[in-house]
């Protein structure tokens, strides 16, 4: 008779008239909870907004703390009771069964709630404060359809009219009638460091002071972060096929730097050319897709053909034999090349020969752009020739007619790895479309002139 006559008094969830301490009553579900979620939602996405924008979040952050940091705390605070998740889970089962008897998980959450509500009545002029300033804040930037007014009686509701129901379901669940209001009910919550006032704020200060600290512990270091954060947006905008033609041209120069001794004493350009020099390095990838060429273009006089089994014929020699004639004459021009580099290298040792040393520069550098421009060419036609061979062998069996034991496959990603005397026979359709595509990247965004550290 007690427990009811208590109930009775602060019955603003049941039908106390025909009292049932185990039953939720259906207004609760039909009326009061769907508006207490839609009004909680409402500032929810308010602060969410205000948050979301580094302006806005910024400035509220420097107008409250002023007041102090709970007034900046108090606005995190209230997120927790804008969680959309467990509103909908607890509404949905209410629903399912009308029972205000929580099992112990669904009890433990529902006291981290009702705990955090507790929080931000016992703190409602602070919130109300915050909330105001924010808003006035808000509205300098954004439109936003939530007067003062209307604001004060939402958080009036919440605070007031939603605590005593969710309070009185807490109080069923613990099988205890506590007074709206007595402290006595924290007995039965479990606090936490979050529960602190000014966690939020006093969390967001930290993280900001770690992150100066760590910028300041790493002077050094700071301009490389910043070039290595850059270089993989770069990176990351860069196609796959030139990515893989990239690991082709790293091949090549892990090569060149394993025998770089040996390579140079055995090649006339590279002994003349400064190994740092980015002609150096465009003439390795030259030396290396002219060698595979050759290969492909002379090997047991093939008579340049490629045969389906179906007997249908493709002659490539005489687009071939243009292109390749026009990339060997540029062998002249790094001929030409090395030996002003020489002479360079000679004159830089000398004091006698400055007006000489200034106009060879200049010509090197002439030379560089010149090389480049008829390598950009040459390879784009390289490049149509490889693509069309490509469309027209990808996932046909084929065989070179002076060889026909030796049968081999492209498939749609360009994989090919039969050999011929330990070399891709089919290097003009796998390997030299991506080391192509990778170099004519490559020549896109940057010169040849001067030093290069390869990359």
């Known amino acids: 008779i007690v427990d009811n006559i208590l109930f009775i008094i602060n019955g603003l969830i049941f039908k106390?008239?025909?009292?049932?301490?185990?039953?939720?009553?259906?207004?609760?579900?039909?009326?009061?909870?769907?508006?207490?979620?839609?009004?909680?939602?409402?500032?929810?996405?308010?602060?969410?907004?205000?948050?979301?924008?580094?302006?806005?979040?910024?400035?509220?952050?420097?107008?409250?703390?002023?007041?102090?940091?709970?007034?900046?705390?108090?606005?995190?605070?209230?997120?927790?009771?804008?969680?959309?998740n467990y509103l909908n889970s607890f509404y949905e089962h209410s629903f399912d069964n009308f029972s205000s008897i929580l099992n112990p998980q669904e009890l433990e959450q529902f006291a981290y709630y009702y705990k955090k509500l507790l929080f931000v009545r016992e703190n409602v002029g602070v919130l109300e404060v915050a909330l105001l300033s924010a808003r006035n804040i808000y509205t300098q930037y954004f439109r936003l359809n939530i007067s003062e007014n209307e604001l004060l009686k939402d958080i009036s509701f919440i605070t007031n009219t939603a605590y005593e129901k969710f309070h009185i379901l807490l109080c069923r669940n613990i099988g205890k009638y506590i007074t709206v209001g007595s402290p006595l009910v924290k007995e039965y919550l479990v606090y936490d460091e979050s529960d602190t006032p000014g966690y939020y704020y006093k969390k967001e200060k930290d993280a900001e002071q770690e992150a100066i600290q760590r910028l300041k512990s790493f002077e050094d270091e700071k301009k490389q972060m910043i070039e290595d954060d850059i270089e993989k947006k770069e990176i990351s905008k860069i196609p796959d096929d030139v990515k893989k033609g990239f690991s082709f041209m790293d091949e090549v120069y892990t090569t060149f730097l394993n025998h770089q001794e040996e390579f140079i004493e055995q090649d006339g350009i590279l002994s003349r050319i400064p190994p740092n020099d980015k002609v150096a390095l465009c003439y390795l990838f030259y030396k290396e897709l002219s060698d595979q060429y050759t290969i492909f273009m002379t090997m047991k006089e093939v008579e340049y053909k490629i045969k389906f089994e179906e007997h249908k014929k493709v002659d490539i020699k005489s687009d071939l034999n243009n292109i390749l004639n026009e990339f060997n004459l540029l062998f002249q021009d790094f001929e030409i090349y090395a030996e002003i580099s020489l002479k360079v290298k000679i004159q830089q040792e000398s004091t006698f020969y400055d007006e000489r040393l200034t106009k060879d520069k200049e010509r090197l550098t002439f030379l560089s752009t010149s090389i480049r421009s008829k390598l950009y060419q040459i390879l784009q036609d390289f490049l149509v020739i490889t693509m069309k061979i490509i469309k027209d062998y990808t996932d046909k069996t084929f065989y070179i007619i002076a060889n026909p034991e030796d049968k081999l496959v492209v498939d749609e990603k360009l994989h090919g790895v039969k050999k011929f005397n330990n070399k891709p026979i089919i290097y003009i359709f796998t390997r030299a479309y991506y080391f192509i595509k990778a170099w004519l990247f490559r020549l896109e965004k940057t010169d040849l002139s001067g030093p290069q550290i390869y990359l």
Do not use: W
Not at 45 to 69: A, G, I, Q
């Open 16 to 84: 106390v008239l025909s009292f049932n301490t185990s039953k939720i009553h259906s207004d609760f579900l039909v009326q009061f909870f769907p508006f207490y979620a839609s009004t909680v939602a409402k500032i929810g996405y308010f602060l969410k907004s205000c948050f979301n924008s580094p302006d806005t979040k910024k400035k509220v952050r420097n107008t409250l703390e002023k007041l102090s940091p709970m007034h900046y705390d108090i606005l995190h605070q209230f997120l927790n009771l804008a969680d959309e």
